[in-house]
């Protein structure tokens, strides 16, 4: 590929990793990463609610990774509340796989921000061999891509495999008992697929350039090099 056609490719791959650093950053600090309806239980079975009826029973619920609000409805009217995760909610949530999120999410915003300055670098300088040339490239950028992944894959098993939203609904509860009646991913979530999904992009992009894959260049010199061997 010509130079500037490179340059072009990889200043595009720059803007984009920049994008995933702020957006991975503003999405994470957002509460808005799960929404969804709690039901009373105990107000519902007390009075036989179904139907419409139940509705008087559903409150909202929305959180991130930090903080969050809820309202709870038990049919007399809702009642609305904040809560954050430190310091307040970690005897009630799983704390080590939620602050493993939350690191994971860090280091997709440090990596990006790595990346941006690795793929301008390549653009418009002269990087060496190893971790500013192509190498650094795809590892920065596959590092980028695989935590995005693991962030969602432990968000999501945080919230159907150890209930968070029901722990979150009961906490501090004596009196009434609450499940989750209904749940969904929120844009935070999505915005760390799009994060996800641009890493992925940029991986694409670095192909086009022209750039081989490290472990296949690797593979290819020592063919190279035990085919010579051969002939002496």
Not at 111 to 124: E, H, L, P, Q, R
């Amino acid at each position: 590929m010509p130079t500037r056609q490179k340059q072009l490719v990889f200043s595009v791959s720059g803007l984009f990793s920049f994008s995933c650093a702020l957006t991975a950053a503003v999405a994470t600090g957002l509460p808005f990463w799960l929404s969804g309806t709690v039901l009373c239980r105990t107000g519902a079975e007390l009075v036989n609610a179904t139907g419409p009826e139940l509705d008087k029973f559903l409150g909202d619920l929305s959180y991130g990774l930090f903080h969050g609000q809820r309202v709870k409805q038990c049919g007399l009217g809702g009642r609305a509340s904040r809560f954050s995760f430190f310091p307040d909610l970690l005897s009630a949530i799983p704390a080590g796989l939620h602050v493993t999120i939350i690191f994971f999410c860090g280091v997709v915003i440090v990596f990006s921000s790595v990346a941006t300055g690795c793929f301008f670098f390549n653009a418009f300088g002269r990087p060496y061999e190893t971790l500013q040339g192509p190498m650094g490239l795809y590892l920065w950028t596959f590092i980028c891509c695989l935590c995005g992944g693991l962030v969602m894959i432990l968000f999501a098993s945080e919230v159907k495999l150890h209930r968070l939203s029901d722990r979150i609904a009961n906490f501090n509860e004596v009196s009434f008992a609450f499940q989750t009646y209904s749940e969904r991913y929120d844009r935070s979530f999505w915005l760390f697929f799009l994060v996800f999904l641009l890493h992925g992009l940029n991986i694409l992009l670095i192909r086009l350039a022209g750039v081989q894959f490290p472990f296949r260049e690797t593979k290819e010199s020592e063919l190279s090099g035990g085919a010579a061997d051969l002939m002496y």
